[in-house]
């Protein structure tokens, strides 16, 4: 499953511009696995698989992640 930045920030309780900037900075910080939606204006979305991102932040409760919109176990 993918997350963006704005489904890391809800998982944390930061905001997206947190999420981002850290993502950004931390040399441990996962690629991200795409980016989508980009066009010659915009440079896109960027996305991450769930389980770096776990990985990443030393494991995340799962439950957390259900409460998001659209996202299921």
Request: glycine share 10%; no cysteine.
């Amino acid at each position: 499953m993918f997350v963006g930045s704005s489904d890391i920030a809800v998982v944390l309780g930061l905001t997206r511009q947190a999420v981002d900037r850290r993502l950004r900075i931390d040399p441990v910080a996962p690629a991200p696995a795409a980016t989508v939606n980009r066009t010659r204006t915009w440079g896109g979305t960027r996305v991450w698989w769930r389980a770096d991102i776990d990985r990443w932040l030393g494991g995340v409760d799962p439950d957390r992640w259900t409460s998001l919109p659209g996202h299921t176990r």
